[in-house]
């Protein structure tokens, strides 16, 4: 599917699909669809139809794999079917990250308060090192941090429960206000600096024993949040954070993940089974799990994709104790 058509009136749009060679019931239909969606975002979820390149063709960039026309069998339904799929994909993670973004303030707030209610804004409370690293933007992480926060607070203190406190400790909030402002990507920061025994303290809440490889998962987290939470495709996309390989000894629920290869553990199966663990660790009663297993079982049928090849879902993936 060519990226330069969007110029052209949603008829012709649809008339070019079916040139390409996919199947196309209903016209009015589609053009609806192109309307309501859009051609350039639309062709995110044809585009896994299109016939690979052959080989020894000269690709016209380095990420172009696939030629401009569709596979046989290939319909708009089932277009339509990933798209639809997607979204509600996005919406149960939204779900799921609620939990764990809240479990998480709490933590941080009981462990980090525990040990200094302002800890957060001195680095004695936190880990030296961490804090003295150099972040992407060669600042050292925690001032760097500390910064982006104050300029968050400031944009709050319009709250009445923001500015009380500010007024009351002389412009500082104690570390359970504070996250309360906190995006979820600043608390996962702020978890990354905190001195190793707090983290593993919080891990071993979160049914963990490494603070380390809870911070990766919270990377990863984050990430998924920010796909969903800005509705981007997410199905079938390589994630830039990877989950680990398990060990042995870790949470029973991800052992499985072990089987899978590192290109796997890339994708959202693995991501969507460490969001479980943390949603039923932080919630021991929530159905999340079962209902994430549940959209899984309906995934457009289809030999062209699927959850195991698309999206890295495990072998015997339903049968694992995680989703039941």
């Keep these: 599917m060519d990226y330069d058509k969007p ?16 199947d196309i019931a209903d016209t009015e239909l589609a053009a609806a669809m192109l309307r309501r969606v859009g051609y350039y975002r639309l062709s995110a979820y044809a585009y896994p139809l299109r016939r690979l390149l052959p080989s020894g063709a000269v690709p016209a960039t380095s990420v172009q794999f696939r030629e401009d026309r569709f596979v ?6 089932l277009v339509i079917g990933l798209w639809e799929f997607d979204r509600e994909l996005r919406l149960l993670l939204l779900d799921a990250v609620e939990t764990i973004e809240i479990g998480l303030r709490v933590q941080v707030s009981y462990v980090l308060g525990r040990r200094d209610p302002f800890g957060y804004l001195n680095r004695d409370s936190l880990d030296a090192e961490a804090c003295a690293r150099a972040d992407r933007t060669g600042a050292p992480t925690w001032e760097n941090w500390v910064a982006r926060y104050l300029a968050t ?11 009380h406190y500010v007024e009351k400790y002389d ?8 996250t309360e ?17 707090d983290r593993s303290e ?3 809440a979160l049914g963990a024993t490494s603070g380390t490889v809870v911070h990766r998962w919270l990377k990863t987290v984050n990430y998924v949040r920010n796909i969903a939470a800005h509705h981007a495709r997410l199905w079938n996309r390589r994630l830039t954070y990877s989950i680990a390989r398990p060990s042995t000894t870790g949470p029973a629920g991800l052992v499985h993940l072990r089987e899978l290869g590192d290109a796997e553990r890339r994708k959202i199966y693995a991501a969507a089974a460490v969001i479980a663990h943390l949603v039923r660790a932080i919630d021991p009663d929530s159905d999340w799990p079962r209902r994430f297993a549940a959209l899984a079982r309906r995934f457009p049928p289809s030999e062209l994709v699927s959850p195991e090849h698309d999206m890295g879902f495990a072998p015997g993936w339903a049968d694992e104790v995680l989703w039941r």
Excluded: C
Excluded at 181 to 197: C, D, K, N, T, W
């Design 7 to 22: 110029h052209l009136s949603f008829e012709q749009q649809v008339a070019h699909l079916q040139e390409r060679g996919l």
């Design 72 to 77: 046989d069998d290939a319909g708009l339904d």
């Design 153 to 163: 607070q400031q944009e709050a203190e319009s709250e009445d429960f923001v500015r």
């Design 171 to 178: 412009g500082h909030l104690p570390i359970w206000v504070s």
């Design 181 to 197: 402002i906190m995006e979820f990507g600043p608390l996962v920061r702020l978890y990354g600096l905190m001195l190793a025994a």
């Design 202 to 204: 919080i891990a071993r």
